[in-house]
Nanobody
Framework: HVQLVESGGGSVQAGETLRLSCAYS????????MGWFRQAPGKEREGVAIINNNGVINYAASVKGRFSLSRDYAKKILFLQMNDLKTEDTGIYTC?????????????????????WGQGTQVTVS
């Protein structure tokens, strides 16, 4: 089982910055891929960014150039640096983990029933 705990959300004005953190843990040894997803009010959850075991990152077109994903393996934390936030970035941001690292496609992660999901942290941009 994988435990994911998000933090760092908040309310900011457009153009400002937030950094989200996802502390993760796993009882069994082994690596896994991770990512961030978000869900805006009245909309379905969508992918933000995914990072695989080799450090390759898939960013959603809407956040590319503004958001930066990184993983601290020693501290077991996944970060999402969000710069130049826009009102459309508002939503609940959820950390996710995939033990197989079988896909970098957001749609696959959203369909998969084997992935792990955190509780989410609210990001509000006005």
């Amino acid at each position: 089982h994988v435990q994911l705990v998000e933090s760092g959300g908040g309310s900011v004005q457009a153009g400002e910055t937030l950094r989200l953190s996802c502390a993760y843990s796993r009882k069994q040894n082994g690596g896994f891929c991770m990512g961030w997803f978000r869900q805006a009010p009245g909309k379905e959850r969508e992918g933000v960014a995914i990072i695989n075991n080799n450090g390759v990152i898939n960013y959603a077109a809407s956040v590319k150039g503004r958001f930066s994903l990184s993983r601290d393996y020693a501290k077991k934390i996944l970060f999402l640096q969000m710069n130049d936030l826009k009102t459309e970035d508002t939503g609940i941001y959820t950390c996710a983990a995939d033990l197989t690292c079988s896909s970098m496609e957001f749609s696959w992660w959203l369909r998969s029933s084997r992935n792990y999901w955190g509780q989410g942290t609210q990001v509000t941009v006005s």
